[in-house]
């Protein structure tokens, strides 16, 4: 069976590393591969003061095409990219 790759970007919205941790406990339930990604950022200027920005973090996932779209189902936000 063929074996596909898909890349999941956690909301940055709110605490990535909590949001990439139940992306990653999902993903393994639905019998993927997983590894992830941190994509640090630089502390940003906001409003005179220096803020320090949620990192993104991907999920990258690898499997059927059925667990893809199980886990897919079963999260908030679909992939950014599957190969």
Do not use: R
């Not at 999941?8 to 990653?24: H, L, Q, V």
């Amino acid at each position: 069976m063929q074996k596909l790759k898909a890349t999941f970007k956690c909301p940055s919205f709110a605490d990535t590393e909590y949001w990439s941790d139940a992306y990653i406990e999902t993903a393994q339930n639905c019998g993927l591969a997983v590894t992830t990604e941190v994509l640090e950022y630089e502390p940003q200027m906001f409003a005179g003061t220096l803020q320090k920005l949620q990192p993104d973090i991907l999920v990258h996932v690898e499997g059927t095409q059925q667990a893809i779209t199980l886990l897919t189902a079963n999260l908030d936000y679909g992939p950014v990219s599957i190969t």
